[in-house]
C-alpha cells in the first residue's frame, strides 16, 4: 500500500498539470499503481484531487465540506497500525460506527428490557394452581361470572364449561408462550404479587452488573420511565424517576401498586467500575382484589423504554368455592352387594376372612363454580376415603365432567377388606368419603357404616420356638405325651373347627383366654354378629380348670437348661397343687421319654434326690418367671433334650381366670 503524503495543489481547472508538494513529493515523481486521493485547499474550499493512472494527470472534483464525509490521512500517514483496515475514503460515519461496536462488546451487558412477569413469590391457603374444571363458560355462561374466553386480546386457549383450567405458576416451562395461568382463588383476602422480568439471572463476575429479576430504565438520570399495568382491559399509570425508588404511585387509589427499585448503574464485573450509560431497577406488582372480577382475570405490565409488554398472566377467581354459597350436600349412603366369604377357624370359633361392598351416595354442589378434576383418592389428605377402618380398600372415585351446572356427582367405589393384621370382632367397617375442593371451603363428609361382623384373618406365623396365638398348628390337644412319637405325630392335630373339649382353654382375639372371656360371654352362637359363620359354639356354661398344651422342638444340640418367657396379662404363676383361683396359673414343661410334668415355679432338686418320670417335680433355676418380664430359667438337672426333640408345655387355671397370655418365647435351645 502507498505511503501517503500531503500534496498542497492549487488553480481551479479540471485537468491540473502544476503540482506544487510540501515534502518530498513533486508534480514530476508522483505514481501510483491506483488511485491517490489528497486534500486540495483554496481559499474557500477542500477539494478531492484523484490521479487518474490511464492517463497519468490528476483529477480536480470539487466537494464541500469534504474533511466532514471521510476520515481523511492520520498524521503518522497510515491505518495499517490500527485495529481497522480505515481508508482516507472511509467515511466518519462507518468509522464511529466501527469503533462502537468495539466499544459496546467492551462495555458490560445492559439489563433485558421489561418483557416478562409470573407470581412465584405469591402463595395463599386459598389457591390451588392444579387443574380444575369450570362450571360456566360461553357454552352455559353465568350472570355473575366471567367466561374464559382470552384467546383473542391475551393469546390464552378458551376455557369453556366442562373444560380443564390448568395453572402452572412459577413454571419457566411458559417462558415461550409468554403466557402464565396461575390457577384457581377463592380467596380476596391476599393479593397477588407478581415479579418483574422474573426469568431474568444475575449478570456478575467478581462484581455485580445487574441483579437477578432486573430490568432496563432510563439511561438519562434527569429523566424516568412510565409504567402501564393493564388488569382485564382496565389500564393503571405509574411514573418513575430513575433516581429514586417508587411504591404504588397509581393515578387511581383503588389500583395496583407497583414497587421499584431506584435505577442503578451498570458496573464493570471485573473491576466493578459504575457504567452511567446503563441503568436498570427490579420492581414488583401486587394486584388486590378491588381490581378482580369473578371468574376469569388477566393482567400485564408495559414500560416506556424499549421493549415490548410483559407476559400475560391469567387467573379464575371463585369466590363461591371459600365462601360455601354453595354447601355440599350428601344423600344417605348405601352398601350394595356385600359379601363376606372365606373362614377361619380357632378354637371352634369360625371367622370370616374376606369382606367386600360397594360404598354409594350422590353429592350436588360440587360443580359450582369450579371444582377439582382427576378422583377421590385415599391418598389426598383433604378428599376420598381417608378416614375409614384400618385395611379397608376403597377404589378410586373418577370425577365425571358434567351435563348442568346443577349436575349430581354420583360416587361410588368398590371396598374390600382382607387385612391380616386387623380383627373385626362383633366390629363394623366404617366407609368415610371426604369431599373439598381444597379452596379453603371446609368441604363436608358422609360415611357408612357397615352391620357386625366376625372377621379374622390374621396368621402371625408360629415357629418351633414361639407361639403368637394366632394359629393353633402347634397346639396340640389335652394328652398325657409319654413319648417323642407322640408329640411329634400331635402336630397340626388340634381340631381347631370343632368345639373345645372342656380340658381346653380358648384363642381368640390373639391370645389364649378362658372360654367365658370370649365375645357374648363365650356365647359366640346366641351374639348378636349380623354377618357371621353359622354352627358357632356356645361356651357361657364352662366352669372347669382348663389348660393349653404347645409342643416345642429343640435344635441340634443337646440340652439340660433353657429359657421360658410368657406375656400377657393377669396372671399370677403358683407351683402345681395350689389352689386355681381368681388368676392363679401352673405352669409346667415335659420330655418325653425323659421326664413327667416337671414343675416350672418350683426349684430343681439336687441331681439324685427325684424320681425322673415323676410329675411335680420342680424345674426352676433361677429368678421366678413373671409375665413380660425376662422368663425364667428351668433345669433338667440330670436329665437331656436331646438334638431336635420335643418337649410339651402347658399352663392351667381356674374358671375365674380373666387375664390372658399373648406369646411364649423359648430361648437357648
Not at 368455592?321 to 350394595?336: E, K, R
Not at 352387594?337 to 360440587?366: D, M, R
Not at 402347658?650 to 399373648?662: A, E
Request: aromatic residues 10%.
Amino acid at each position: 500500500m502507498a505511503e501517503w503524503k500531503k500534496v498542497i495543489v492549487s488553480g481551479s481547472s479540471a485537468e491540473l498539470n502544476n503540482i506544487f508538494a510540501s515534502g518530498d513529493i513533486t508534480g514530476s515523481n508522483i505514481s501510483s499503481s491506483g488511485d491517490l486521493f489528497a486534500s486540495l485547499v483554496t481559499a474557500s474550499t477542500t477539494n478531492v484531487v484523484t490521479y487518474n493512472t490511464s492517463t497519468g494527470k490528476f483529477h480536480y472534483t470539487a466537494s464541500s465540506n469534504v474533511g466532514s464525509d471521510t476520515i481523511g490521512i492520520p498524521t503518522d500517514g497510515t491505518y495499517t497500525d490500527g485495529l481497522f483496515p480505515f481508508e482516507p475514503t472511509t467515511t466518519v460515519a462507518n468509522a464511529v460506527d466501527d469503533i462502537n461496536e468495539v466499544l459496546a462488546g467492551l462495555a458490560p451487558p445492559a439489563a433485558p428490557a421489561l418483557d416478562y412477569i409470573d407470581a412465584t413469590s405469591w402463595t395463599s391457603a386459598d389457591w390451588d394452581s392444579g387443574n380444575y374444571y369450570l362450571a360456566f363458560g360461553d357454552s352455559l355462561s353465568t350472570s355473575s361470572y366471567s367466561n374464559l374466553n382470552l384467546s383473542s386480546t391475551t393469546g390464552f386457549s378458551n376455557v369453556d364449561f366442562g373444560g380443564i383450567y390448568t395453572g402452572s405458576v412459577g413454571s419457566t416451562n411458559n417462558l415461550t408462550t409468554s403466557r402464565i395461568r396461575l390457577g384457581v382463588l377463592a380467596s380476596n383476602t391476599t393479593p397477588i404479587t407478581i415479579t418483574l422480568n422474573n426469568d431474568v439471572a444475575v449478570n456478575s463476575g467478581t462484581y455485580v452488573n445487574y441483579p437477578a429479576n432486573a430490568f432496563k430504565a432510563n439511561s438519562d438520570p434527569a429523566a424516568g420511565e412510565t409504567y402501564t399495568i393493564d388488569i382485564n382491559g382496565t389500564t393503571y399509570i405509574y411514573t418513575a424517576a430513575t433516581s429514586a425508588s417508587v411504591t404504588n404511585g397509581a393515578t387511581s387509589p383503588t389500583g395496583p401498586t407497583i414497587t421499584l427499585t431506584a435505577a442503578q448503574t451498570g458496573s464493570f464485573i471485573g473491576t466493578g467500575q459504575s457504567f452511567s450509560l446503563f441503568r436498570h431497577r427490579t420492581g414488583t406488582v401486587s394486584i388486590p382484589a378491588s381490581t378482580w372480577r369473578t371468574g376469569s382475570n388477566y393482567a400485564r405490565v408495559s414500560s416506556s423504554i424499549a421493549g415490548g409488554p410483559t407476559t400475560y398472566i391469567d387467573w379464575v377467581f371463585d369466590p363461591a368455592a371459600a365462601s360455601g354459597n354453595f354447601p355440599y350436600t350428601f344423600s344417605t349412603p348405601t352398601s350394595t352387594s356385600f359379601s363376606a366369604t372365606g373362614e377361619k377357624a380357632l378354637s371352634g370359633v369360625k371367622y370370616y376372612t374376606n369382606i367386600s361392598y360397594n360404598f354409594s351416595c350422590s353429592l350436588s354442589n360440587y360443580y359450582k363454580n369450579s371444582y377439582r378434576s382427576g378422583t377421590l383418592a385415599a391418598s389426598d389428605s383433604s378428599q376420598g376415603f381417608n378416614s375409614q377402618t384400618s385395611g379397608l380398600i376403597s377404589t378410586l372415585v373418577n370425577i365425571p365432567t358434567p351435563t348442568t351446572a346443577d349436575s349430581i356427582f354420583q360416587i361410588n367405589s368398590a371396598h374390600t377388606f382382607t387385612s391380616t393384621t386387623s380383627r373385626l370382632l362383633s366390629a363394623s367397617l366404617a366407609s368415610k368419603v371426604n369431599v373439598s375442593n381444597l379452596l379453603g371451603k371446609t368441604g363436608n363428609s358422609s360415611t357408612l357404616t357397615t352391620p357386625t361382623i366376625l372377621y379374622d384373618n390374621v396368621n402371625t406365623s408360629n415357629t418351633a420356638l414361639t407361639e403368637s396365638f394366632c394359629l393353633e398348628n402347634y397346639r396340640v390337644p389335652s394328652a398325657s405325651y409319654d413319648t417323642q412319637t407322640a408329640a411329634s405325630t400331635a402336630l397340626n392335630t388340634f381340631p381347631s373347627a370343632s368345639a373345645l373339649a372342656t380340658s381346653d382353654l380358648a384363642v381368640y382375639n390373639g391370645a389364649a383366654r378362658y372360654p367365658t372371656q370370649l365375645l357374648n360371654g363365650g356365647n359366640i352362637n346366641g351374639s348378636t354378629v349380623v354377618y357371621k359363620i353359622a354352627g358357632q359354639p356356645d361356651y357361657s356354661g364352662a366352669t372347669e380348670d382348663r389348660s393349653f398344651y404347645r409342643v416345642f422342638q429343640n435344635g441340634v444340640s443337646q440340652r439340660a437348661t433353657w429359657n421360658i418367657r410368657l406375656d400377657g396379662s393377669n396372671a399370677t404363676f403358683v407351683t402345681v397343687g395350689t389352689s386355681l383361683t381368681g388368676n392363679n396359673m401352673t405352669l409346667e414343661i415335659k420330655v418325653p421319654d425323659e421326664t413327667g410334668w416337671r414343675d416350672v415355679i418350683a426349684a430343681a432338686p439336687n441331681a439324685g434326690t427325684y424320681n425322673a418320670l415323676d410329675d411335680g417335680v420342680g424345674c426352676k433355676s433361677g429368678a421366678t418367671i413373671a409375665l413380660g418380664g425376662t422368663g425364667g430359667d428351668i433345669s433338667l438337672v440330670s436329665e437331656r433334650l436331646g438334638p431336635s426333640e420335643y418337649f410339651v408345655l402347658r399352663f392351667t387355671v381356674g374358671s375365674l381366670w380373666t387375664g390372658n397370655i399373648s406369646k411364649i418365647t423359648i430361648s437357648g435351645l
